[in-house]
């Protein structure tokens, strides 16, 4: 019999080093029934001591960790003029950085360092894809009209980058790093959702659908799924049933993402984020237990959307923030 191997990758900077280590520890908790867990952290300039309790997590819950630099795929990343996202270069990291791993099975998983996991992965691990699929994610609730400001058309399914499942084998022997860079070079503007909207414009066609177990996004939980999903424009598709968001908002999903602005995020102080608990939760298993959480960065727009939220009639407030979230997108696509 085969052994059950599953290798992730994070790609981290300091500031999201102790978040990361959190997700980290969830993971390695939650997938005891796995014979090997293989974890490719993306260094961006993690801190020695948090470098160390991220060592510290791997070896009391048995992963094995490989510390990977990112200074020459920064360089890549910097000479194709790409624009950073929120100050930052490393959403870009995991693409390039597929060519330079070579992990034990071809199956590679990517998680964002806002993620949670919360039951076993070893379906994910045992993943068998069709001759013509490259990788596989979940759907992504977002603006149905950003599609088109990208060239998408409207009713072609658009795939949420924080948590995929890559043939890393069949991904180098395609070139598809080569595909990427060609690709950029011959575009006139940035793609504002950065390698998210490269990965569904270039390979959308070949992403084969997960079911949202495996990338839950908390909005869930502030809105309810029918709500979500009319505020965003989904509900003629190509997007996920109500009942099954339903199903496991009454029974728990696999993988949750903490997605957030108004809300905060569960790693800073005086959050409103619905999964706060069951972030304290695995953040009390880390070296960092009983350290106070960061400083809130939320700017006024964001306190002002809590407040439209949680005192303004549900109707009211979906229309202000959907009409805000589309002229903002509009703007930031055709730049």
Not at 60 to 87: A, C, D, H, M, R
Not at 96 to 108: G, R, V
Not at 137 to 164: E, Q, R, T
């Amino acid at each position: 019999m085969s052994k059950s191997i599953l290798n992730v990758l994070y790609q981290s900077s300091d500031y999201y080093a102790i978040p990361i280590g959190v997700s980290l520890t969830s993971l390695l908790l939650n997938n005891t029934d796995l014979d090997e867990i293989n974890v490719y952290l993306l260094d961006d300039g993690i801190s020695d001591a948090h470098l160390t309790d991220i060592k510290k997590i791997c070896k009391k819950y048995n992963g094995n960790l490989f510390v990977l630099p990112t200074e020459s795929i920064q360089e890549k990343v910097i000479s194709l003029n790409l624009q950073s996202w929120n100050g930052s270069y490393a959403t870009f990291y995991k693409l390039f950085a597929l060519d330079e791993i070579d992990a034990p099975s071809n199956l590679l998983l990517y998680l964002d360092g806002d993620t949670l996991i919360d039951k076993s992965l070893r379906a994910l691990a045992e993943t068998r894809f069709e001759n013509n699929e490259l990788m596989a994610a979940v759907l992504d609730l977002y603006l149905k009209s950003h599609k088109s400001n990208i060239g998408l058309a409207l009713d072609a399914p658009y795939f949420n980058a924080g948590v995929l499942l890559v043939d890393h084998v069949k991904w180098k022997k395609e070139h598809c790093l080569d595909k990427i860079i060609g690709h950029i070079k011959s575009r006139q503007r940035n793609y504002f959702v950065a390698d998210q909207d490269l990965i569904n414009v270039l390979f959308g066609n070949r992403i084969k659908p997960l079911s949202p177990t495996y990338n839950f996004n908390s909005c869930f939980f502030l809105y309810g799924a029918k709500n979500a999903i009319a505020l965003y424009d989904l509900f003629d598709g190509p997007y996920y049933k109500p009942e099954e968001i339903d199903d496991l908002l009454d029974n728990g999903a696999c993988l949750y993402h903490c997605l957030g602005n108004m809300e905060g995020r569960p790693w800073e102080k005086n959050n409103h984020h619905p999964l706060d608990d069951l972030y304290d939760r695995y953040f009390n298993h880390t070296p960092w237990a009983g350290n106070e959480k960061y400083d809130a960065t939320r700017g006024l727009l964001a306190k002002l959307q809590w407040v439209s939220f949680r005192f303004l009639p549900s109707a009211i407030h979906f229309r202000i923030h959907k009409t805000m979230l589309d002229r903002y997108l509009r703007k930031r696509d055709l730049q």
